[in-house]
C-alpha cells in the first residue's frame, strides 16, 4: 500500500459490466514524506468517503478488487483507508 | 519476502472493514546491502517497533493466508522482526 493524495472525480457512464456504482477518483501517488512521485492514477473509491484533498492510502493489482463489495469488481487501484496521520521516526524527517 | 525498516506509523480511523483495529506501519524497503528503494504501508502482526530491520511478506495470496480470509484487500504483512542478516 502507498499514500495518495485525491486529486478530483472521474465520471464515466459508459463503462465495463461490473463497473457500475464505483466512483473512480484522481490519486497522486506519494513518497513517505507526502511529495508528488510518479504519475497520478484513478482509483475506484472503496470507501465511498474520500474527497479531493484527502490522504489516502491505496492498494493496487489484485487487491484492489478485493477491496470492493462485489467479488472482482475490474479494478486496478483502489482506495482502502484515510489518513489521520503519518508519524516518522525523527531521523527520517 | 523483502526486507525493510519500520519508518513510522500510520493512523487511519476511516478504512475498508478489513483494517479496523490492525496497525499500520510504514516500512523503507532496504535491501541487504542497505539500499533504500521506496517504501510501503504494511499491517504488523509482530508488533515490530519503530526503527526495527522487518521481514515483510508483500503477496495477497499469503498475506491473506496469515489472515485465514480468502478475500480481503490485504498484501504486504510484517512478519518478522529481523535479529541478524549475515
Known amino acids: 500500500m502507498q499514500l495518495g493524495r485525491v486529486q478530483g472525480t472521474v465520471v464515466a457512464t459508459v463503462k465495463a459490466e461490473g463497473l457500475e456504482g464505483v466512483r473512480f477518483l484522481i490519486v497522486q501517488p506519494l513518497d513517505k514524506h507526502q511529495k508528488d512521485k510518479g504519475s497520478p492514477v484513478v482509483a475506484a473509491d472503496a470507501l465511498a468517503m474520500a474527497g479531493p484533498g484527502e490522504l489516502v492510502y491505496f492498494v493496487a493489482s489484485r487487491e484492489a478488487a478485493e477491496a470492493m463489495e462485489e467479488r472482482f469488481v475490474p479494478v486496478d487501484h483502489a482506495i482502502v483507508g484515510l489518513v489521520d496521520q503519518v508519524t516518522l521516526a525523527e531521523d527520517n524527517q | ?86
Not at chain 2, 7 to 32: E, M, N
Not at chain 2, 42 to 69: K, M, N, P, W
Open chain 2, 1 to 86: 519476502m523483502k526486507l525493510g525498516r519500520v519508518a513510522g506509523t500510520v493512523v487511519s480511523p476511516i478504512s475498508h472493514p478489513f483494517f479496523d483495529g490492525q496497525r499500520l506501519l510504514l516500512c523503507d524497503l532496504v535491501d541487504p546491502a542497505g539500499t533504500a528503494s521506496g517504501y510501503l504501508i504494511a499491517i504488523d502482526v509482530v508488533d515490530a517497533g519503530v526503527g526495527d530491520q522487518v521481514l515483510i511478506c508483500d503477496e495477497g495470496t499469503s498475506a491473506r493466508q496469515i489472515f485465514q480470509i480468502d478475500t480481503g484487500p490485504i498484501r504486504s504483512v510484517i512478519v518478522g522482526v529481523v535479529d541478524a542478516i549475515s
